[in-house]
């Protein structure tokens, strides 16, 4: 079967029947080649409805989450997003598919190396892809129009609160080191409204301002 076939069969049974309805997160899912974001040994399994092994330990999320989070997030075309954890860089991705640019940070040098490498070689160029702690943000673009973080947090950082514009959203996996819910984080102008959605299992988010 052709990576093509097995993308759109992805989008069909396992996002769209789950009740994503987004077009727009639909198109980029259908749009962006999954098989480009695992190693070798993992092609035949790539469009599979789980997440992957990326090496030293973490994991390219499942396609359904990628989905929901992306859709949760509720992309303009004019948004700037900051995205924790960028792993394979499949996530971003996605996320550029849809808003001006994305900053995505990653704490472990060589995915954060091969992320870069793999975005450059495929054309995103309205990516930024940075080495470092990202439980405190990425101060140098603030503020930002959305945020999502893509490893589970105890709590949701100060940093990222701080980071997030006025009337902006975050999204991001919060609860303890097994099970995590998807929270939906907005900031007006005197609150900070929170939102929590469907369980989810990610791997810890590793830094000064979480585990
Ligand atoms: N979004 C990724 C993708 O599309 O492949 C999947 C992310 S994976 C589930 C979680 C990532 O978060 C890992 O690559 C991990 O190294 C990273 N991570 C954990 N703590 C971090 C931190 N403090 N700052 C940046 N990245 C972090």
């Given at each position: 079967m052709s990576y093509n076939y097995q993308r759109e069969s992805m989008v069909e049974k396992q996002i769209k029947m789950r009740g994503i309805t987004d077009e727009k997160v639909l198109k980029a899912m259908k749009e962006v080649?999954?098989?480009?974001?695992?190693?070798e040994s993992l092609l035949n399994v790539a469009y599979q409805d789980s997440p992957l092994p990326i090496g030293y330990g973490q994991t390219i999320s499942q396609p359904y989450i990628v989905a929901v989070m992306t859709e949760l997030l509720?992309?303009?075309?004019?948004h700037k997003v900051l995205e924790i954890g960028?792993?394979?860089g499949y996530q971003a991705a996605i996320l550029s598919k849809l808003a001006m640019s994305v900053i995505t940070v990653e704490r472990i040098p060589e995915l954060f190396q091969q992320a870069k490498e793999r975005l450059q070689n495929l054309g995103y160029n309205n990516i930024i892809v940075i080495n470092g702690d990202g439980t405190i943000g990425y101060?140098?673009?603030?503020?930002?129009d959305r945020i999502v973080v893509t490893a589970a947090a105890p709590e949701v950082p100060k940093s990222l609160i701080e980071q997030l514009a006025l009337h902006g959203k975050m999204v991001i996996p919060i609860g303890n080191r097994s099970t995590q819910w998807l929270e939906i984080i907005k900031k007006e102008k005197d609150t900070i409204q929170r939102e929590k959605r469907e369980g989810v299992r990610f791997v810890p988010l590793l830094g000064k301002e979480a585990w």
């Open positions: 080649q999954r098989h480009k974001f695992v190693g509720d992309i303009k075309d004019d960028t792993g394979s101060k140098k673009y603030a503020p930002y």
